[in-house]
C-alpha cells in the first residue's frame, strides 16, 4: 500500500517558471514532510522539510505548502533554471519511529532553457 | 567525495552468482540502510541498522542478506536473484533521533546499478 502518493510523474517547464509537484497522504500520524531532490547518477538529497504545525515553508525559491485538513502538501519551484532538473520526491515519517521513511514515487522536471 | 560511498557502481550478474555491494559511510552516523530504487516507484526500503543491530527487515525475500559489521560499513550479500531484481541499490546513513539530527534526513550514496541476466 503506498502511503504518500505523488504526481505528476514528470512535467517540463521552460526557464523563469513555476513547477509544482503534489503530493497526498493517508497516515494522520505523520509529522515530518521532507522532499528529496536526485540528479541523474546521484543519490537523492534532503531539499527541504516541513512539519504541519506550518502551512508554508520557504527556501529559496523552493517553497512548500501545506495542507493539513487536506492530507496534501506540495513543492513550488518558482524561476526555474535548468539546473533545477532533476527527480523530486516528496516523503512523510512518524517523528517517533524515523526509520520508516515513506516516499513517493517521483517527479522527473525537465526546464527547458 | 561524499559522505556514503557505494561500490560497485555498476553490477550484471547471472541468476546463479553470487555478489557483495559494499557501502560505507564517513559520517559518524549510527543508523546504515538499504533502498531499491526501481523507475516509476516510490523508493523501497530493505534493511535498517542502527548501532549495528538489524532493526528493520522490510519482507525482503532471503537472496538478499544484509551485514553490518560496524557503524561505518554495510553490506548487501546476493545470491540467485531474479530479473526482477534488476534496480538501482541506494544506501543511506543517518543519525537516530535521540542524537538530536533533523528527523527524516538520510544522506545517500550515488548507488549500485545491479542487473541481473
Known amino acids: 500500500q503506498q502511503q504518500v502518493k505523488q504526481s505528476p510523474q514528470s512535467l517540463i517547464v521552460q526557464k523563469g517558471g513555476i513547477s509544482i509537484i503534489n503530493c497526498a497522504y493517508e497516515?494522520?500520524?505523520?509529522?515530518?514532510f521532507p522532499w528529496y531532490q536526485q540528479f541523474p547518477g546521484k543519490g537523492p538529497a534532503l531539499l527541504i522539510a516541513i512539519r504541519p504545525d506550518v502551512s508554508e515553508k520557504k527556501e529559496g525559491r523552493f517553497t512548500i505548502s501545506f495542507n493539513k485538513s487536506a492530507k496534501q502538501f506540495s513543492l513550488h519551484i518558482m524561476d526555474s533554471q535548468p539546473g533545477d532538473s532533476a527527480t523530486y520526491f516528496c516523503?512523510?515519517?512518524?517523528?517517533?519511529?524515523?526509520?520508516?521513511?515513506?516516499f513517493g514515487a517521483g517527479t522527473t522536471v525537465t526546464v527547458r532553457a | 567525495e561524499t559522505g556514503v560511498t557505494q561500490t560497485p557502481r555498476h553490477l550484471v550478474m547471472g541468476m546463479t552468482n553470487k555478489k557483495s555491494l559494499k557501502c560505507e559511510q564517513h559520517?559518524?552516523?549510527?543508523?546504515m540502510y538499504w533502498y531499491k530504487q526501481s523507475a516509476k516507484k516510490p523508493l523501497e526500503l530493505m534493511f535498517v541498522?542502527?548501532?549495528?543491530?538489524?532493526?528493520e527487515n522490510n519482507s525482503v525475500p532471503s537472496r538478499f542478506s544484509p551485514e553490518c559489521p560496524n557503524s561505518s560499513h554495510l553490506f548487501l550479500h546476493l545470491h540467485t536473484l531474479q530479473p526482477e531484481d534488476s534496480a538501482l541499490y541506494l544506501c543511506?546513513?543517518?543519525?537516530?533521533?535521540?542524537?538530536?539530527?533533523?528527523?527524516?534526513?538520510?544522506?545517500f550514496g550515488e548507488g549500485s546499478r545491479l542487473t541481473v541476466l
Open positions: 497516515n494522520t500520524a505523520f509529522d515530518y
Open positions: 541498522y542502527s548501532l549495528e543491530e538489524r532493526v
Open positions: 543511506a546513513s543517518s543519525q537516530p533521533p535521540a542524537a538530536g539530527s533533523r528527523t527524516g534526513e538520510l544522506f
Open positions: 559520517l559518524g552516523h549510527n543508523a
Open positions: 516523503a512523510a515519517i512518524v517523528e517517533s519511529n524515523d526509520y520508516k521513511l515513506s
